[in-house]
T-cell receptor
Framework: AQSVTQLDSHVSVSEGTPVLLRCNYSSSYSPSLFWYVQHPNKGLQLLLKYTSAATLVKGINGFEAEFKKSETSFHLTKPSAHMSDAAEYFCVVSGNSGYALNFGKGTSLLVTP | GAVVSQHPSWVICKSGTSVKIECRSLDFQATTMFWYRQFPKQSLMLMATSNEGSKATYEQGVEKDKFLINHASLTLSTLTVTSAHPEDSSFYIC???????????FGPGTRLTVT
């Protein structure tokens, strides 16, 4: 079975400082991994996805993630946080069917002035 | 980009009544739609997968008779919560894909409160 574990339920950073949201995955085969962001009262938005191409994946809004097979990790980073980045972030792995998604529990990112 | 809408965005109903939630793909035809449930401060749990014109596939532990899913057209899927109870109160989110290789596009969600 495929699953992800988000290591932090809450992360707080100051505006302008780097962001690191951690995610470990478990998969019996080469997985497809995603990061989604959920702003209040808005639909989930895809930030980036890894599908066995380049291990460093660049997404929208300056986010990127690196797939590390040896560490079974797919951490999300951003060099400089913006106030608008405050939201809930989900690490996601594709399920057995190949397109159904298994969500992590989410990390709430707080950005302080 | 692809847009998925849900209606209503929030609904309050009395215990024992049924409520229907609609999920529409506005600018593409969705071969498959998914229904998720999200409890406060928790992750999304996949409830069921529906393909147009066929019966939905429910995840383990999801009651088929309680959560009726109809995917009658390539742009519309409905979730009906039958005989709703307070424990059914949750945030219900749908997503849709134009084909198996595509990313999922999510709706904004429907907040259901059962009193």
């Amino acid at each position: 079975a495929q699953s992800v574990t988000q290591l932090d339920s809450h992360v707080s950073v100051s505006e302008g400082t780097p962001v690191l949201l951690r995610c470990n995955y478990s998969s019996s085969y080469s997985p497809s991994l995603f990061w989604y962001v959920q702003h209040p009262n808005k639909g989930l938005q895809l930030l980036l996805k890894y599908t066995s191409a380049a291990t460093l994946v660049k997404g929208i809004n300056g986010f990127e993630a690196e797939f590390k097979k040896s560490e079974t990790s797919f951490h999300l980073t951003k060099p400089s946080a913006h106030m608008s980045d405050a939201a809930e972030y989900f690490c996601v792995v594709s399920g057995n069917s190949g397109y159904a998604l298994n969500f992590g529990k989410g990390t709430s990112l707080l950005v302080t002035p | 980009g692809a847009v998925v809408s849900q209606h209503p965005s929030w609904v309050i109903c009395k215990s024992g009544t049924s409520v229907k939630i609609e999920c529409r793909s506005l600018d593409f035809q969705a071969t498959t739609m998914f229904w998720y449930r999200q409890f406060p401060k928790q992750s999304l749990m996949l409830m069921a997968t529906s393909n147009e014109g066929s019966k939905a596939t429910y995840e383990q532990g999801v009651e088929k008779d309680k959560f009726l899913i109809n995917h009658a057209s390539l742009t519309l899927s409905t979730l009906t919560v039958t005989s709703a109870h307070p424990e059914d109160s949750s945030f219900y989110i749908c997503s849709a894909i134009p084909d198996r290789a595509a990313e999922q596009y999510f709706g904004p969600g429907t907040r259901l409160t059962v009193t």
